[in-house]
C-alpha cells in the first residue's frame, strides 16, 4: 500500500529535550493531519494543516506545511514520559479520491 | 461530545468465516472512513462513505465492503477470511467527506486463526 515517507523511524530522547521529526511526499498534498498512537489504541488527531507555509502549535507541539505543499515537520517542545507513542503524519489531496495517506511512523520514547 | 466508538473491541475469527465490525461517528459527523493497520504496511485506507454512498475505495479485495446507514452509522464486512486479515481495523468519522479532519474511533482487533 501507498505510504507516506516519515524520520526518523524511532527515536529514544531525554526528558525535557525537543523532538523534531518530518514527512515527505512525492506528491503534493493540500492537507496535513498529525496524530498520535498510544498501544492498542486509534490515533488522535494533533494538529491540522491547510495552507502551505501554515505554522500551527498545540501547547508544546509545533507543526508546519512545508511550502512546496510535499513535506511537513513536527516539533515537541521539553518532552515529558507520556510523549511516547507512535506519530503518524497523514496528507490528503484534491487530486483522485480525496482518501488520506499516512506515514510509517515516528516511534517516541522519552527516558526520565 | 461522545468521540467515535466501535464495536466489538476485540474479535478472534478462523479462516474462511465472515465479520461484521460497526462504527458509530461522532454526533453531527456524516462521514465515516474505515482503515487496516497492520504492522507491516501501516495505515492503509479501506473505503470512505458519506451520506449512505461510498464515494472512495482503496485498493482492497471485494471481499472487504461497507454500508452506511441514514443515522450515519456504519459497518464493515469482510468475507472469507484469511490470516492476512488479521489487523486493526479504525473507524474515522468527519463532517463531510472530503478536506475535513478526521477523529479515530478505539479500533476493532481482528484475529484470524
Known amino acids: 500500500g501507498q505510504q507516506l515517507n516519515q524520520s526518523p523511524q524511532s527515536m529514544f530522547i531525554q526528558e525535557g529535550e525537543d523532538v523534531s521529526m518530518n514527512c515527505t511526499s512525492s506528491?503534493?498534498?493540500?492537507?496535513w493531519l498529525w496524530y498520535k498512537q498510544d498501544p492498542g489504541e486509534g490515533p488522535v488527531l494533533l494538529i491540522a494543516?491547510?495552507?502551505?507555509?501554515e505554522l500551527t502549535s498545540n501547547g508544546r507541539l509545533t507543526a508546519q506545511f512545508g511550502i512546496t505543499r510535499k513535506d511537513s515537520f513536527l516539533n515537541i517542545s521539553a518532552s515529558i514520559p507520556s510523549d511516547v507513542g507512535i506519530y503518524f503524519c497523514?496528507?490528503?489531496?484534491?487530486?483522485?479520491?480525496?482518501?488520506?495517506?499516512f506515514g510509517t511512523g515516528t516511534r517516541l520514547k522519552v527516558l526520565a | 461530545k461522545a468521540g467515535v466508538t466501535q464495536t466489538p473491541r476485540y474479535l478472534i475469527k478462523t479462516r474462511g468465516q465472515q465479520v461484521t465490525l460497526s462504527c458509530s461517528p461522532i454526533?453531527?459527523?456524516?462521514?465515516v472512513s474505515w482503515y487496516q493497520q497492520t504492522p507491516g504496511q501501516g495505515l492503509q485506507f479501506l473505503f470512505e462513505?458519506?451520506?449512505?454512498?461510498?464515494?472512495n475505495k482503496g485498493n482492497f479485495p471485494g471481499r472487504f465492503s461497507g454500508r452506511q446507514f441514514s443515522n450515519s452509522r456504519s459497518e464493515m464486512n469482510v468475507s472469507t477470511l484469511e490470516l492476512g486479515d488479521s489487523a486493526l481495523y479504525l473507524c474515522?468519522?468527519?463532517?463531510?467527506?472530503?478536506?475535513?479532519?478526521?477523529?479515530f474511533g478505539p479500533g476493532t482487533r481482528l484475529l484470524v486463526l
Open positions: 474515522a468519522s468527519s463532517l463531510v467527506a472530503g478536506q475535513e479532519t478526521q477523529y
Open positions: 506528491s503534493i498534498f493540500n492537507t
Open positions: 494543516l491547510y495552507k502551505a507555509g
Open positions: 497523514a496528507g490528503s489531496s484534491t487530486s483522485g479520491t480525496y482518501k488520506y495517506i
Open positions: 454526533s453531527g459527523h456524516r462521514s
Open positions: 462513505y458519506f451520506s449512505e454512498t461510498q464515494r
